[in-house]
């Protein structure tokens, strides 16, 4: 007998979902504030797994982000963020305490202002729950605050200047998050330099080993996958500690295991470019010869 597959819940509109967790109607169908403590259904009630039609970022009192590292502790105990973009697939956790707060943005909100655009350059709506951003007293404030003059807000008469004060309003916590992100990326950098050592060593692995020969180009995604983090988490905690994204990094790395080999061996130029991982020897030359100003044989003659 097939086991049952079952599909994800999707919520379409804000209203469905204030709905579903037992909510009065939002105060606007495009963007509400939730105090969790009024949510009045039980966990057990909520769909298994469900999709967002729109942005959520909570703030939750009880996620802790105390890390040890060594003798030292990281992070703080003051609650936290976490940050979800539309369709993304989301699970009802077993530890789900109703605490907090919770914003719900819909993109049609946003949609013909300039974070309409820019909010996907936020890259924390892209990392995992296990990388929510931890707060330390101080910045919890500062988050609670902004939250609290949404409430504001929201409880207003609508005029004309409402929907713009609330976006800066959103604008504001989501540049702030990107405040202390940065700074959670300093706290955490003997963590992150540890990371970093084995995101090196498995890069290495990959070039000299057959792999890059047998599966192709190193992407970011299979070291990100290696290291259980998410492609742009692990972006921006290396952009962080060395200035380079991740793409930029395994470049680096290819130019300079291709530096290698035209310099020791014997292979032909194409033997390289399949040894590497390209598909085509072209790709090879074109990204060599961005990366150095020469191509693949004018670097191998100059050292001959």
Do not use: W
């Not at 080993?209 to 192709?216: F, R, Y």
Request: net charge neutral; glycine share 4%; charged share 20%.
């Amino acid at each position: 007998m097939k086991k049952e597959v079952k599909i994800p819940q999707t919520f379409h509109s804000i209203s469905e979902l204030h709905q579903a967790l037992g909510l009065p109607k939002p105060l606007h169908p495009l963007v509400s504030l939730v105090d969790n403590t009024e949510i009045s259904i039980a966990k057990e009630q909520l769909p298994a797994s469900f999709l967002f039609n729109f942005y959520k970022i909570s703030y939750k009192k009880g996620l802790h982000g105390k890390i040890k590292y060594g003798q030292h502790y990281y992070d703080f105990d003051e609650g936290g963020m976490v940050y979800t973009a539309p369709n993304q697939l989301l699970a009802t956790a077993d530890d789900t305490e109703y605490t907090g707060y919770t914003l719900l943005v819909h993109p049609d909100f946003i949609r013909n202002y300039p974070l309409g655009k820019n909010i996907k350059n936020f890259g924390f709506f892209s990392y995992d729950v296990h990388e929510a951003l931890h707060l330390s007293d101080k910045e919890k404030n500062i988050i609670l605050n902004i939250f609290r003059n949404m409430e504001e807000e929201l409880q207003s008469a609508i005029d004309d200047f409402s929907q713009d004060v609330m976006i800066a309003h959103i604008e504001l916590l989501l540049h702030y998050s990107n405040r202390f992100y940065k700074r959670q990326f300093i706290t955490r950098k003997a963590v992150n330099s540890d990371m970093l050592s084995r995101l090196e060593n498995l890069v290495d692995d990959y070039l000299n080993s057959e792999t890059a020969l047998m599966k192709g180009l190193p992407t970011v995604q299979y070291f990100a996958e290696q290291l259980a983090v998410s492609p742009r988490y692990l972006g921006d905690m290396l952009r962080s500690l060395t200035g380079q994204n991740v793409q930029q990094y395994i470049h680096h790395k290819l130019i300079e295991k291709a530096k290698e080999i035209l310099v020791n061996g014997n292979l032909s130029v194409a033997e390289i470019a399949y040894q590497l991982g390209f598909e085509h020897p072209q790709s090879f030359n074109k990204l060599f010869k961005r990366k150095t100003n020469l191509s693949p044989l004018e670097f191998r003659q100059s050292f001959n």
